[in-house]
Each structure stands twice: as C-alpha cells, then as structure tokens.
C-alpha cells in the first residue's frame, strides 16, 4: 500500500498476507531508491502491481502529473501522468531498478500489471508532450479554474494512451509492442488486467484521460491481443477500477452509475469472455463516501476466512477488499 513515510512520498508498504500483519520500518520501500530521470525531482510509485509469484512489484516512477482540482462532485478532477517509467522492486535483492523497454524518457509509461504467468508486464504508454510539461512545472494548471467540468479540462488537455507490453525476463526487460485491440485505436486505453487464468485482458477505455472519465467503459480482449469487446456489464457513467476473482470468472470494478460517489459492481465473465449485467455491492456503498479500487484476496490467503465473499456460483475462498474514501 502506498505510504507517506517520514516525508517520502514514493514511501511503499510490501508485507505478506497473514491474519494478523504488522507493519516495521522494515516492511517501508521508496520508490526514490531509483533516481528519477526528470523532470520530476522525486517518484510517488503510482499504480504499483505485484508478479504472481510475489517477488516482484512495478510501478510509475518519474511522473509529472496532469492534475486538477475541480468543483463537480461526479467528477472532482482532472489526472494523468505527463511523464514516467516503469521501475520495479526485486523483494530479494532490495533493488529498484528500470524496467527496459519500459522506461523510454520520450514516452509516459504507466499502469503497469504482470501478465498471468509473469512473463510479461503491460502498461499504458504515450507520448511525452513538451509543452504540457512545461505547463505543468511552471504551475499554470494548479490556477486553472475549479468551476470548469471535466470536460473542458479534456479539451484543453488531451491526453491518449495505448496499451503495451513487454517481456520481464526477471528485470532484464526487452522490447516492448503495441497490444492489439488496446491500441492506435484514436481512444484512451490504460488500467490493464490479466484474468488469473492466463486467458482475457480487461482494460479501460475512454477518448481522453486516465482517471475519473465520464465515458470511460471496460472493454476485454484475449490476453495475447486481439478483437476488443465491450463488455455489456458497463453502467452508464464512468466504469474503471477492476478487478479479477483468483477463479477468473468475477470482474469486480467502480461505476459512477448509480451515485456520484463511487460504488463497486460486481460481473460475471464466461467461457468466451461476455459479461453478465452488473451487480451493485450496496453494502459497499455510503450516502457520503465513495468505495473504489476493490480487489480480491487470493484463495490461498488466510484473509479469506475472517473477510469472505460469498461467490454465487460456489467458488469459495473469494473475498474481496475496496478502497473507501
């Protein structure tokens, strides 16, 4: 989990799931280990992502961020990042280190997630834009007006990003492509998840932007690439956030459907990778407070029997944990 740690805002928080965890100094990283290659002076570690296995988490490092505040309570502000790389942690060697083929200082690279196998680490990739970066050092969007909507902000601060992937290789990285059907699509594609099977690709997409976006919509493909489709699960305002069950068969994710504060759905997703109509998690939700980035704890967790989920078709051992706010 990400920590403000003794003023270190790139402060990140890696300890194993047991039923009683207790958090040392010894379990804090800093993404800051790794010098970032500007223009950013320091890394906050956005959108970390852990391998299967464990060993490793990737994250944004180096970003400049696109940001602002605005008045709307749908939708409060405007974000992405305008620079970064991925880096990863090794938790055996205590190294952070750049990702090869991730970590080009001409594009932004972000959203990182580790295919199902471990074999490869996706992300959310565009061009770097000089001048938006400018833009962003000197200030002058921290004194664009908070009475503007989302919108505006999107006209005058395009930003799209396509989706690509890259081998890990144990850290050592290579060369990265495009996914098809999550790229060069004239729309924005970030957020990627593998289905724990190995055998879908679930990311989301909008015409601008990275979070928060009115007509962002999950859309899925298979994991190698492919003919994307949207999901029919999507509600009718701002879809994101996903998650997948360990047994591959649940997409849990955020909507703004139903509330201006964010509630968690719930879907099924078949054999062939069409979703069921979305379920609202109403004891999730609050009249006040929004519950986002829901995510399920893995079967094998001793988590899973103080904190269950009950699964409508009998997978037992799903549970799943949100993020409320």
């Known amino acids: 989990m990400d920590m403000d740690y003794k003023g270190d805002k790139g402060g990140y928080v890696l300890v194993d799931i047991s039923k009683t965890v207790s958090i040392t100094d010894d379990n804090v990283i800093s993404w800051n280990d790794y010098k970032a290659p500007g223009p950013s002076k320091y890394s906050m570690g956005l959108f970390t992502a852990f391998s299967p296995n464990g060993r490793y988490a990737a994250s944004t490092v180096g970003e400049s961020s696109a940001f602002i505040m605005l008045d709307d309570l749908h939708f409060s502000q405007m974000f992405y990042p305008a620079t970064g790389v991925i880096a990863y942690y090794d938790r055996t060697t205590e190294q952070v280190l750049p990702l090869s083929g991730a970590d080009n200082i001409e594009a932004v690279q972000t959203n990182p997630t580790f295919s199902a196998d471990g074999r490869r680490v996706t992300f959310a990739r565009a061009s770097v834009k000089p001048a938006l970066v400018a833009d962003i050092e000197a200030g002058r969007l921290r004194k664009e007006d908070p009475s503007q909507t989302i919108l505006d902000t999107n006209e005058k601060y395009p930003m799209q990003f396509d989706l690509y992937s890259v081998p890990f290789n144990n850290g050592t990285g290579g060369t990265a492509s495009p996914v098809k059907?999550?790229?060069?699509?004239?729309?924005?594609?970030?957020?990627?998840?593998?289905?724990?099977?190995?055998?879908?690709?679930?990311?989301?997409?909008?015409?601008?932007?990275?979070?928060?976006?009115?007509?962002?919509?999950?859309?899925?493909?298979?994991?190698?690439?492919?003919?994307?489709?949207?999901?029919?699960?999507?509600?009718?305002?701002?879809?994101?956030?996903?998650?997948?069950?360990?047994?591959?068969?649940?997409?849990?994710?955020?909507?703004?459907?139903?509330?201006?504060?964010?509630?968690?759905?719930?879907?099924?997703?078949?054999?062939?990778?069409?979703?069921?109509?979305?379920?609202?998690?109403?004891?999730?939700?609050?009249s006040e407070l929004a519950a986002m980035v829901p995510e399920f704890v893995p079967d094998n967790s001793v988590i899973q029997r103080t904190m269950g989920l009950a699964d409508p078709e009998g997978a037992k051992g799903n549970s799943m944990a949100t993020d409320g706010r």
């Open 181 to 286: 059907g999550a790229s060069e699509n004239g729309m924005s594609n970030f957020f990627p998840r593998y289905s724990p099977d190995g055998k879908w690709l679930v990311f989301t997409q909008c015409k601008t932007g990275l979070v928060l976006q009115p007509d962002s919509r999950l859309v899925i493909v298979p994991a190698e690439g492919g003919i994307p489709r949207v999901l029919k699960a999507n509600m009718n305002l701002m879809n994101s956030w996903h998650s997948w069950s360990p047994n591959s068969r649940w997409l849990a994710f955020s909507s703004k459907g139903n509330s201006p504060y964010t509630e968690i759905y719930l879907t099924h997703i078949d054999e062939d990778g069409k979703s069921s109509p979305a379920l609202r998690l109403f004891r999730f939700s609050h």
